[in-house]
């Protein structure tokens, strides 16, 4: 395979018609440019200068190959300029993939000023409460909640968002307000259906063996029920933030769960091999200070 500095140093020394006067140039040592001209010549079994002890000739065959040779390396240097403005001002495609509640929660409130920031960043965005294969669903960027299995990803944490007990003031008006977790048997518990790891509350006090009567496969079903009085439920803080806020969900034994624990960690996944884009830095960069993790 032809190397591009052979390339080069070809070009060098067919505009300078003198390996010397190349060598001065490109600050290239003679020998360098001498052997990468032999490389060429036996690569293309054709004889690209004509020498003598006083004078360099390119042959007819040498300058109809520095034609192609041009336009190569000019083509390189387009493709380096291209790249090299996408990141000064990113350009292209971004899919962003996150669990339904974190993208309507965290991102979905960002993304307008994001595409103000760079409107010439088109947004693609996929929702999955499980997780996804990121070759296989076409994703630059995921966002997942909790632990990070696969070895093969690079990671970048975005932050702690901690896990808290909540219910409605209505649930507790009517069933009471539990004093310690031993007490949450007596209460009607809400908790994933399709996700058993997710009813893993973390609770400090041991043996605490809990039983859901109320089960869904999302997250923001769960939060809905607890909303409307249904019962008690473990939910990260960035998805009820607001709800805390305004007092339609209030904390139940605020220090009943260990912190931090393994559902805790929010981190941006993209693949190794990939070099990372200009515009995945940037959203990153964009949304780090600007997600409401924890109080």
């Not at 995921?142 to 209505?170: E, F, N, W």
């Amino acid at each position: 395979m032809i190397k591009t500095e052979d390339l080069m140093a070809f070009l060098a020394v067919a505009e300078s018609e003198s390996f010397s006067k190349a060598s001065v140039k490109e600050g290239i040592q003679i020998a360098t440019l001498s052997r990468a001209i032999a490389r060429l010549e036996k690569q293309l079994d054709t004889t690209l200068f004509n020498r003598t002890t006083r004078k360099l000739v390119m042959t007819e065959e040498g300058a109809v190959f520095k034609g192609y040779v041009q336009k190569a390396l000019n083509t390189l240097e387009l493709g380096q300029q291209h790249l090299l403005s996408h990141q000064t001002e990113p350009v292209g495609k971004l899919r962003i993939d996150a669990a339904f509640a974190f993208m309507i929660h965290q991102l979905g409130p960002l993304l307008p000023e994001f595409r103000t920031c760079y409107p010439k960043v088109e947004l693609e965005l996929t929702t999955n409460d499980t997780v996804v294969d990121l070759l296989d669903n076409k994703v630059d960027v995921a966002i997942r909640i909790g632990d990070l299995k696969d070895s093969t990803l690079h990671s970048r944490v975005l932050g702690q968002s901690p896990l808290v007990l909540v219910a409605s003031p209505d649930y507790l008006q009517v069933n009471g307000t539990p004093t310690h977790s031993q007490q949450l048997s007596e209460h009607t518990l809400i908790g994933f259906s399709h996700a058993s790891h997710l009813n893993n509350w973390y609770l400090k006090e041991p043996n605490n063996v809990l039983n859901f009567e109320l089960k869904a496969s999302s997250g923001e079903v769960i939060k809905q029920l607890c909303v409307n009085g249904m019962g008690i439920t473990t939910l990260s803080y960035y998805m009820i933030h607001k709800e805390l806020a305004d007092g339609t969900l209030v904390e139940v034994l605020p220090n009943a769960i260990h912190h931090p624990n393994r559902r805790e960690s929010i981190q941006a996944v993209y693949y190794k091999q990939s070099a990372l884009a200009s515009r995945i830095s940037l959203f990153l960069d964009f949304i780090q200070d600007k997600l409401i993790l924890e109080p």
